[in-house]
């Protein structure tokens, strides 16, 4: 394959069916500074770039960027309040993964009921 075959291929590796829904939220979950926002706003609360700066050690222009990617996918929303935006976990936006994440809990629970049959069969 030439290098212009496969690039021009890329474009379709996107559609891996409940993958695509919850994958960009895995993609923004990926940054462990991103994971580390998202856990300071969930058990600190609601606060401001300058706060996230003060808790995570990262600057404020990084925290700004890290909250853009986490606002596009939807895992976080702000409000204005003055001249400052506060941030907080916005759950609705964890709904996609958590679905995507519920399908590998419904396949063990039903690859544990069949085996729980399979079992009740060969004792009959």
């Not at 690039?7 to 891996?16: E, R």
């Not at 941030?87 to 958590?98: D, F, P, T």
Request: aromatic fraction near 6%; glycine fraction near 12%; charged fraction near 20%.
């Amino acid at each position: 394959m030439t290098p212009c075959s496969v690039s021009g291929s890329l474009p379709f590796v996107g559609t891996y069916g409940s993958l695509e829904a919850a994958g960009p939220v895995l993609d923004a979950l990926g940054d462990p500074t991103r994971r580390v926002i998202l856990e300071t706003l969930r058990t600190g609360g609601p606060c401001s770039v300058g706060v996230l700066a003060e808790r995570v050690p990262v600057s404020r222009p990084a925290i700004s960027q890290h909250l853009k990617v986490l606002g596009a996918v939807g895992l976080v929303q702000h409000e204005s309040r003055g001249t400052r935006n506060i941030y907080r976990v916005h759950q609705a936006g964890l709904g996609e993964l958590r679905s995507w994440l519920d399908q590998f809990w419904g396949d063990a629970l039903q690859a544990y009921a069949d085996h729980v049959r399979q079992t009740e069969e060969e004792r009959k």
